[in-house]
Structures are given as C-alpha cells and as structure tokens.
C-alpha cells in the first residue's frame, strides 16, 4: 500500500510540473483587435504609412445600442495610422495613440495602396511572414486609384465591422461571378518568391469617399458611398504592372484554373444576350511544347453549364439545338480567354481546346 501511494504522488507532482503557467498572459481589456490594415506610402518620405482599423468593443456588444454619448451607438471602428522605416516600426510607433496592445490574430484584411503598389511589393511581407500573430490566411486587396487609409476609414451597412463587410464581398464575388480572385497572405509570399506573379483582386469607393467615414454613410436606404470589389491587379517583377477588368478578368480565372461559376450569355436567334448559361463545373489544363524555337500552350477548357434562362424559344430536345448553343459557348470561351491576354502573340502561338458538356469525347481546336 505504502508503495502505491508513493507511486501515485510522484505520478501527482509529476503531472503538475506539466501545467503551463500564464507568465505571457494578455487580458482582453488591454488588447485593440485589430480587423484590417491599409499600408500606403508616407507623402515625402521613404516611409510606411499603415493605418489600422480597430473594432470598437462597445459597439460590437450585446448591450452596444445604449453605450454611446447622447443615445447614439458608437462607431464600430476607429483608426489610427503610424509611419515607419519598416512594418514593424509602424506598428509600435502607434503605440503612442493608442491606449491598448495592438492584437492581429483576428486581421481579415490587408489592403495595399495602388500607388505604393507599382512601386513595388517585394519587400513588405517579410514581416507578415515572420509574425508569430498574424494567420497567412489573411486577404489581400489592392486599393484601386486611391490610397489603402481611406478603404479602411469607410462605414458599410449589414456588417458592423467593415472588413467584414468587404470579405464577404470577396468571397461572394470570386464564387458566384468570377472576374475576381480571393489571394491570401501565403498565396502572395508564394508567387513572389517564385517564377510566377500575384494575381490580386482590386477595391474602389463608389461614391464620395469623405462622406464614406461618417456615421450619416450607413443611416441612409441609398449610400453616398460604398466598397466595391473592382478589377484584378496583376503584377511584374513584383510590381503593379495593369488592371484586367470584366471579361478579360473572367478569362484570366479561367486560365489559372481558378473559374468556380459565372454566367455566360449567348444570342438567340435575332435577339442579343438571349440566353444565360450557368457555369456549374470548370477545369482547365495547360500544357507547353516548343515549336520551332517557340513556345506553344496547349489550353484545354472543360466545363459543364446550366441553361439559367432564356428570353427566345428553344427546343432543347433536339442535339442541333444543343450543339449550337455550345458551339456559341466555345466562341464566347475563347473570345474571354484570348483578352486575358496572358499569351501575347508576339511571344508564341496559343491553342484553345473546349469540351462541352454533352460531347465530352469531341473537342473543337481554335487557333
């Protein structure tokens, strides 16, 4: 018995050796979440400039509604902005504004500044990839004509915290529209230590972008302003190179087998834009040969599609029918693809191959 009971407190005190401590412990009340980050350039220095949106506690509560001055809610963001040499300078020299630790495990955004883009991005993720605090699963967004500061100072409607507001859009649109990309941190790090490039997805203020930051922005049926999710950045040596916008966007997704669904419209008859195709299924293939001392890409497209509505009569019975409007399909297909204008004629030939749904076995080669 004796020996049991020295067995099981050595087992005891062993186990105890085992707790963790809270000697690195951050209490809630001391910590600023941060929700998104804009980093721009600073005006006449060689400086970041990075502005911070950080989530109001009180707003965002259950009891919000009543904790603000006169009966009014307060504003479910504040922004602080600080410069530096380096990110990591930035962030700390904020701490002089701001009376908490900034905390960014919980950071949905990060938008880049156009300007600050085409200067080139090679150096600023160093840090990003470093933190121990920041998820690599984080979204990127270039701010397009203007600078990050003043996405990250908008209000949004439906959604409190705005960079909410503008994942949800993000995600929304690369799944059901396709001419935009969701990029996170890792993608990003990855393509500019490769041979590759970042695709990146844009972001505009519809509207007036002074009013966007006042509370009046979000209590109107009709915004004086909004986010919008605009165009796909693409970029060379690091740097923000052009913009490819609507059709030339979707075929880029399609080029780099990220296509999830979209809708394709065709003629009927005499009518234009007719019928609507619903992409349901898409999966593209690139192969490269040399020719003649040229490169050639082999495109192969499969897709399958849903007729979403049609504004004509169709008799879908007949596979003449059918064969005509995929043929429209493949027509359309190509036209997108080759305004991507990812393979550049001057740099060698490109092949287009299309399968439609119904003939799997049968694909129709276009130069």
């Known amino acids: 018995m004796k020996v049991k009971r020295g067995i099981r407190v050595l087992v005891f005190f062993g186990m105890v050796l085992l707790l963790t401590g809270r000697w690195n412990r951050r209490e809630l009340k001391d910590l600023a979440f941060v929700s998104a980050i804009g980093i721009d350039k600073a005006p006449e220095a ?22 603000g001055v006169g009966g009014q809610t307060p504003v479910p963001i504040t922004v602080y902005s600080g410069t530096g040499k380096t990110v990591f300078e930035a962030i700390r020299k904020t701490s002089k504004k701001v009376p908490r630790q900034l905390f960014f495990a919980h950071m949905q955004l990060m938008i880049i500044g156009e300007p600050f883009a085409r200067e080139g991005i090679q150096e600023l993720f160093d840090y990003f990839e470093r933190s121990h605090e920041i998820r690599l699963t984080t979204m990127v967004l270039v701010a397009r004509g203007i600078e990050a500061g003043q996405i990250v100072r908008m209000l949004t409607p439906l959604e409190k915290i705005p960079a909410n507001s503008i994942a949800g859009k993000l995600k929304m649109t690369s799944r059901l529209w396709s001419e935009n990309i969701r990029v996170e941190i890792d993608e990003v790090i990855k ?65 780099r087998n990220k296509m999830r669904s979209t809708v394709v419209e065709l003629d009927c008859n005499d009518k234009k834009d007719a019928v609507g195709i619903e992409i349901v299924r898409s999966h593209t293939n690139i192969e490269a040969e040399i020719q003649n001392g040229k490169p050639v890409f082999h495109i192969t497209i499969k897709e399958e599609g849903n007729i979403s509505e049609a504004k004509c009569p169709l008799d879908l019975s007949k596979t003449e029918e059918i064969a005509k409007l995929e043929k429209q399909w493949v027509a359309e297909t190509k036209k997108e693809v080759m305004g991507a204008n990812e393979c550049r004629p001057e740099r060698g030939k490109r092949r287009l191959r299309f399968w439609g749904s119904s003939e799997p076995d049968k694909p129709e080669s276009m130069e």
């Not at 400039?49 to 009180?58: L, M, R, T, V």
């Not at 999710?229 to 030339?248: C, P, Q």
């Open 46 to 67: 060689d400086e970041y400039k990075i502005s911070f949106q950080i989530i109001n506690p009180s707003s965002v509560s259950a009891g919000g509604a009543s904790g």
């Open 191 to 255: 393509a500019l230590v490769s041979e590759g490039e970042p695709m990146i997805s844009g972001v505009i203020i519809a509207g007036d972008p002074e009013a966007g930051g006042k509370r009046s922005n979000v209590q109107e049926s009709e915004l004086p302003a909004q986010l919008d999710i605009s165009g796909i950045a693409l970029f060379k040596n690091g740097k923000l190179n052009r913009w490819l916008d609507g059709e030339a966007g979707r075929g880029a997704l399609w080029i």
